[in-house]
């Protein structure tokens, strides 16, 4: 199976949602980095589950043991490992269903796949879950590329039908990257945490979920990161972010509402701003022909509904064969987009940093 992503930095998730723990291997991490910790806890306690209005009761403490790559608390240039272990676990709410396929997961397709011999509490190696492991190995990222002056944010552009105020594309700053990155829930309008926690709160006291857009936006970028035809920005950043679960959509810049626009709307005028190259609109997301054009990079990714609600359901039963009924019991999201923020952050920071390191090399800091 393919749990391995990456050309120049490569990493390697491993461990299943109820196993004795997760975690991953970052290879060809340059060396020399002094890794800030309290950095690392920052963005493993984003994504931890907060209010209970939206969030599982599961809790985990997140720690991570760092095995090997770290000497005196700088990189050693050798393969990275962290280990996170699981501790709040209630496999028993999974044993009494095991034999049938819940909608919307990959208990269907990981039987098929996997011939039955799968781990399914949880979800096993399917489970967000292994997110918390991507949020450690995308936070080291992070102060890679924030040391070359890169730097990531985020807000919920939507959750239901309730839609936040989008980026200004063109001009994007770090004090509001930084402001977004300390809100429990990172708005740009203030009054929309309140209308989505009502939104999500609706479908919680229904026995549903909900799900939402995130959009994301770097600053610092250089012009001329990336490469045609495979290598380029778009392709690799959508490849990783892809690969979080329930994500279902990536656009960037305009999207897919640059096709009701004319190609005199559409095309992002050069202009030169004390001698910076820059462009008046920024429709294409900062990046012309996959590769980055010095202006912010801006995309947006489409997160489906909690698969797992309280609602009756109809399903299979995958040993038998036969249709069945489906009532789940367990600890579940009502909706993941707030905890899927840093996953999606620290997504971005990988591939990045492996384009980075892919074209400028990895010598020491």
Known sequence: MSSIWGERLKISLFGESHGPGIGVVLDGFPPGLELDFEKIS???????????????????????????????????????????????TRSQDYERTSHLARPGHADYTG?????????????????????AA???????ARQYLEDKGIHIGSHIFSIGDVLDVGFDMTHITRKQLDHLRNMELPVN???????????????RRMGDSVGGIIETAVIGLPAGLGTPFFGNVEGKLSSILFSIPAVKGVE????FSITGMKGSEANDSFYMDGGQVRTKTNNNGGINGGITNGMPVVFRVALKPTSSIFSVQDTIDIMKLENAKLELKGRHDTCIVPRAVPVVEAACSIALCDLYLMQFGSQCL
């Open 42 to 88: 920052l963005e493993m306690e984003r994504r931890k589950p907060k209010s209970s209005a939206y969030s599982t009761s599961r809790k985990e403490a997140d720690e991570v043991e760092i095995l090997s790559g770290l000497y005196k608390g700088r990189t050693t240039g050798t393969p990275i490992c962290g280990l996170i272990r699981n501790s709040d």
């Open 111 to 131: 039987f098929v796949r996997f011939g039955g011999y799968n781990d399914f509490r949880g979800g096993g190696h399917f489970s967000a879950r292994l997110t």
């Open 134 to 140: 991507l949020v450690f190995a995308g936070a080291i």
């Open 189 to 203: 309008d203030a009054s929309c945490g309140d209308a989505y926690l009502s939104v999500i709160d609706e479908a």
């Open 252 to 255: 960037f810049g305009a999207g």
